[in-house]
């Protein structure tokens, strides 16, 4: 690993890369300061504990700093085309961070307790992001599917439900061409609800 990096960013970086491969219990401070080319106890000053170290990953690789970003550009689109943006960035970012979802979820079967409240945040923090962009486009005059909380559940339950299926369990693409019907009566059910018309 290039030591051009300051020692924060490489130990996340080796982190991330660690934990992805053998998991949180598996990836070993040591370990982590070492691929950083940083002395252990510098992990430990940039961080406290692997629990923090752990928390500053998921929210780098998290889905929220690029929709957030996202969420103005669309609020002046047809409803369609935004939740259509929303999808097809939602699962992008999903499928690029593959690696860190699967050790996520191993993680959450082996220590509940450790990773429930965590998992739990961090949705809660994704159903109040996305349920802003459903809010404003309320606010604006757009009607959705349901109440703009319940459709940001609905949207991230139905993306990480196509992610989870296609790519986590059958190994391809949810954003494959084969896939576009599915994606294109996602964005349908959230702007029509399940008996809609295009």
Known sequence: MTTKK???ERILQAAFEL?????FAGASTREIAQLAGVAEVTLFRQFTNKE?????????????PVIEEL????????????????VNVFLEKLSDNKPWIRMFQMEL?????????????????????CGSYFTEVL???SSVCCDP?????????????????????????CKSMD???????????????VTGQK
Do not use: W
């Open 149 to 173: 909380k319940l459709a940001a559940r609905i949207f991230v339950m139905l993306c990480y439900g196509c992610f989870q299926v296609e790519e986590m369990q059958l190994g391809g693409s």
């Open 139 to 141: 606010r604006r005059g």
């Open 109 to 129: 079967q082996r220590d509940p307790e450790t990773f429930r409240p965590l998992c739990q945040t961090f949705l809660d923090e994704l159903y109040r992001v």
């Open 19 to 23: 934990m992805s491969d053998k998991g």
């Open 52 to 64: 923090n170290l752990f928390r500053q990953i998921t929210q780098r690789h998290s889905t929220m």
């Open 71 to 86: 969420i103005p550009s669309l609020l002046d689109k047809p409803l369609n085309e935004g939740i259509a943006s929303l």
């Open 6 to 8: 300051p020692a924060k």
């Open 179 to 193: 896939n576009k019907p599915l994606i294109d009566s996602i964005v349908n059910m959230l702007c029509n609800g």
